[in-house]
């Protein structure tokens, strides 16, 4: 007997206490509602005021905040996004900051409830510039079409040549050349050092391989430096293609300003 009158006590503590936190979440959302009504945020006094509509607070609250959720709905603003392709066609594959903040990455023509006041709405997508716009808005004003025309940016031509084949074979030529010429270039000077040696009696086999691989290594070095020259001249001379380079662009337009880069790989 006494563990159940135990059991309904604590559970009757712990009732009180969830209501007594739910009286304290409705009654903060009650005064927030006034609060941020007055400073002209409609929307954030809308979310507080909901708060407390809910069944799970007193009465007396509930009555005032389901009052101002009426009221709050006719005074909080709406836009309409209307980007547009030059053409004059609706794009929707459009990503729109608000004040900095992601607001969509999709236009759907639905009003969107934003809060009154002075907002910059930037306008971005694929292939074109960016567009910024400043819109005011006021309490009560519904459905505000915002409209832009999202522009192609300008692009300037860059002449280009791409690097020809004849420049890296003999390119791969000259190195081969250089290389080969400086293996036999150390070869006869190892053996120039070993005739030092032997001077004036060195065997006349030993003079005539020595002068063989300096004539080798000067062979080798003017093929190299031939096929270094060849190369440099098809890189110079070699075709021009026209290709573009993305640049800045910036300008005004109808009810704000305009920039990005635009350009073609």
């Given amino acids: 007997m006494k563990t159940s009158i135990a059991s309904l006590t604590l559970a009757l503590v712990l009732a009180t206490a969830a209501t007594a936190r739910a009286d304290t979440a409705c ?25 407390c509509a809910r069944d799970a607070c007193p009465a007396l609250l509930t009555k005032d905040c ?8 006719l005074i909080i603003p709406s836009v309409v996004l209307d980007p547009r392709a030059p053409n004059g066609g609706l794009r ?8 900095g903040t992601p607001l969509t990455d999709r236009i759907d023509a639905k009003p969107i409830a934003i809060e009154p006041g002075s907002h910059t709405f930037l306008f971005e997508a694929q292939g074109a510039v960016a567009v910024a716009v400043a819109v005011v808005l006021r309490e009560g004003e519904k459905s505000k079409k915002v409209t832009v025309s999202m522009a192609a940016a300008p692009v300037v031509p860059v002449v280009e040549g791409r690097v020809p ?3 890296w074979v003999f390119g791969g030529v000259a190195v081969a050349a250089l290389a ?18 032997c001077k004036p009696r060195c065997a006349p086999e030993d003079v005539d391989a020595m002068s063989t691989r300096f004539t080798f290594a000067d062979v080798a070095l003017g093929a190299g430096l031939v096929a270094g020259a060849a190369a440099v001249y098809v890189l ?30």
Avoid: C, M
């Avoid at 929307?43 to 708060?51: E, P, Y």
């Avoid at 929707?92 to 004040?99: A, H, T």
């Avoid at 010429?181 to 190892?190: E, H, P, Q, T």
């Fill in 66 to 73: 389901n009052k101002w959720l009426a009221e709050l709905e």
């Fill in 92 to 99: 929707s594959d459009v990503r729109v900051k608000l004040d």
């Fill in 180 to 197: 080969t010429s400086a293996v036999f270039a150390i070869d006869g000077l190892g053996k120039k050092s070993d005739l030092d040696q």
């Fill in 27 to 51: 009654i903060t959302a009650y005064e927030q509602t006034q609060t941020l009504r007055k400073d002209g945020r409609p929307g954030a006094a809308k979310a507080q005021a909901s708060i």
């Fill in 236 to 265: 110079l001379t070699r075709p021009a293609v026209e290709v573009t380079r993305p640049v800045p662009f910036a300008g005004a337009v109808s009810g704000g300003a305009a920039f990005g880069l635009q350009g073609r790989f």
């Fill in 165 to 167: 084949l004849g420049f």
